[in-house]
């Protein structure tokens, strides 16, 4: 039957792994255990200092695109969701699509933080369905230990670097991508904050870096903490509900990959069993909108998840966004 479909998957993660020890070490007043305890993260990646987001996007769409059996001129539209681009303007996006040497696909970048990448889902899911396009790469990358304040030991221990990639198209092979659903409130923005360079913090200033303008703010960490595993938990119910599927059938959670906690308060809460999320988050922490999107692939290409499986995506991320997708693997 005709649906619309996951066909290939991939992922790219820089070889540089820097452990909690190694960030005591380089002076941080942090340990090991304090951040194993807090957010069941061990170690993250960080990208070479040459290394930006469309190198590690065009990687991960490598992987998947030769997973989908297709050429890089076979896409017609690259969405990239990211928060860390390697400019505002062109589109990370645009440098991906000149690294691969897809010249048929129009191309643009997509802000929705940790959640971009089922965002960007939702998006594809739109221009497919309605016969726009044939084939639409879906990427979530990120450099976020360069926007990290590495002064800030309550949130710069969190982040990690690297890229995930999907194909969908319209098919009758490959997983089934069953629904996409997004929420945003943005009366939380500032929760979780980049200014970076949009015009809150333009002209870029002596002044505007000595305030730390160009880094990452998280002001309340519990009160993400909170908003996040309401956000994960509506996320799964909703997209159990839409699909008429009880939560107890789902095969494997791959949420945004945030803190450890999270899931062990959900999987009580929800009595699911914690085997049944996928988290890469003690090896990369959190690395944005890429991070469930590299879950996918690593729990695909490690034969985790199997042909007929459930697979709930939960996502959650500043601005405030959440939402969710089911796919039939
Ligand atoms: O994609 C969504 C993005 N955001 C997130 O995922 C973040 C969500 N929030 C969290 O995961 C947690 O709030 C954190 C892991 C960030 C913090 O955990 P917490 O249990 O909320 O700790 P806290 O901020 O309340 O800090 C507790 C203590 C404080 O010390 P005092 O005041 O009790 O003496 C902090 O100064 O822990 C201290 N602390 C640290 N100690 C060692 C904070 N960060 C560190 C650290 N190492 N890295």
């Given amino acids: 039957m005709e649906s619309l479909r996951i066909i290939g998957t991939g992922s790219y993660l820089p070889p540089r792994v820097v452990t909690n020890d190694d960030l005591v070490r380089g002076g941080l007043d942090t340990s090991d255990e304090w951040i194993t305890k807090r957010t069941g993260i061990r170690e993250r990646r960080i990208a070479a200092p040459e290394v930006v987001t469309s190198d590690m996007a065009a990687q991960a769409s490598l992987n ?59 998006i594809a899911e739109q221009y497919l369905k309605n016969r726009t396009f044939r084939h639409v790469l879906v990427v979530g990358a990120e450099v976020m230990t360069r926007v990290v304040d590495w002064s800030d030991r309550g949130s710069c221990v969190l982040w990690g670097d690297g890229a995930g990639a999907a194909v969908l198209a319209m098919g009758e092979e490959g997983a089934q991508l069953l629904s996409t659903h997004i929420h945003s409130d943005g009366s939380q923005g500032k929760s979780l904050l980049l200014p970076g360079a949009g015009s809150m913090a333009s002209p870029v200033t002596h002044e505007s870096v000595d305030k730390g303008m160009h880094h990452l703010k998280m002001i309340d960490g519990k009160t993400v903490f909170r908003a996040a595993v309401h956000g994960f938990m509506d996320a799964i119910v909703e ?7 009880a939560v107890e059938d789902i095969d494997w959670i791959i949420p945004h990959q945030a803190n450890i906690r999270m899931f062990q308060n959900i999987s009580q809460t929800m009595n699911i069993p914690m085997e049944k999320f996928y988290l890469t988050i003690p090896k ?25 499986h459930l697979i709930s995506m939960p996502v959650f991320g500043g601005g405030i966004t959440w939402g969710g997708a089911m796919i039939r693997w």
């Fill in 239 to 245: 997209a159990a509900r839409h699909n008429n599927i």
């Fill in 284 to 308: 990369y922490g959190n690395i944005s909108a890429a991070s469930c999107a590299i879950a996918l692939d690593e729990a695909v290409r490690d034969g985790s998840i199997q042909k007929g």
């Fill in 64 to 122: 998947a695109l030769e997973m989908a059996g297709l050429k890089a001129r076979d896409i017609d539209l690259i969405i990239l969701a990211t928060v860390t681009p390697d400019t505002h303007c062109p589109a990370a996006a645009n440098w991906l699509q000149d690294k691969l040497d897809a010249h048929r696909a129009a191309t643009f970048d997509i802000t929705a933080a940790c959640s971009g990448f089922v965002f960007g889902m939702n």
